[in-house]
T-cell receptor, first 111, second 116 residues
Framework: DAKTTQPPSMDCAEGRAANLPCNHSTISGNEYVYWYRQIHSQGPQYIIHGLKNNETNEMASLIITEDRKSSTLILPHATLRDTAVYYCIVRVADNFNKFYFGSGTKLNVKP | GAVVSQHPSRVICKSGTSVKIECRSLDFQATTMFWYRQFPKKSLMLMATSNEGSKATYEQGVEKDKFLINHASLTLSTLTVTSAHPEDSSFYIC????????????FGEGSWLTVV
């Protein structure tokens, strides 16, 4: 089952950075942290993932604490189109690498 | 990113009939595909893991005779909802893992099933 805890909702002003936290205190050493987002009635969209180092791509940055028990997804300049439910997922480290979704954070970007 | 396509995007069927949903990986080979269902305003629930050429592995509480999964090729997995009832109405989403032991999975657009 999901090994993550996220706040149910957050607000962010358009143009500002959105910082979405995630707790995964029971994460194992070989389990990755993934972030996806889901815009209403669509399939989830991959954002970024990491193991222990901070990661950055064209969409976002992922900051993982040194003890790996929590992470933060950063959208540097949020736009109205970033309004979505953001899911932090710990990928199960077995042969299937399953993804179990928690309840996610609804990010509301406001003008 | 890799493209996963589902068909149909919306389907309405009569109670008692069966309906098939297809999931295709368009530009990569997917040895493993996953099927999820999602109720309104709820999170995604993993139903089963589909491996090419072998039987699907179902999550606890998911009826394998109700939700038939076939993964006949490296680019196609199908979910058949048998003897559908109104409570089976839901958003069904597939995802596919890129290649052998790939790290990232990509999701299809989802399929809305309404059973009347």
């Amino acid at each position: 089952d999901a090994k993550t805890t996220q706040p149910p909702s957050m607000d962010c002003a358009e143009g500002r950075a959105a910082n979405l936290p995630c707790n995964h205190s029971t994460i194992s050493g070989n389990e990755y942290v993934y972030w996806y987002r889901q815009i209403h009635s669509q399939g989830p969209q991959y954002i970024i993932h990491g193991l222990k180092n901070n990661e950055t791509n064209e969409m976002a940055s992922l900051i993982i604490t040194e003890d790996r028990k929590s992470s933060t997804l950063i959208l540097p300049h949020a736009t109205l189109r970033d309004t979505a439910v953001y899911y932090c997922i710990v990928r199960v480290a077995d042969n299937f690498n399953k993804f179990y979704f928690g309840s996610g954070t609804k990010l509301n970007v406001k003008p | 990113g890799a493209v996963v396509s589902q068909h149909p995007s919306r389907v309405i069927c009569k109670s008692g009939t069966s309906v098939k949903i297809e999931c295709r990986s368009l530009d990569f080979q997917a040895t493993t595909m996953f099927w999820y269902r999602q109720f309104p305003k709820k999170s995604l629930m993993l139903m089963a893991t589909s491996n090419e050429g072998s039987k699907a592995t179902y999550e606890q509480g998911v009826e394998k005779d109700k939700f038939l999964i076939n993964h006949a090729s490296l680019t196609l997995s199908t979910l058949t909802v048998t003897s559908a009832h109104p409570e089976d109405s839901s958003f069904y989403i597939c995802s596919a893992r890129v290649g052998w032991g790939g790290n990232t999975i990509y999701f299809g657009e989802g399929s809305w099933l309404t059973v009347v």
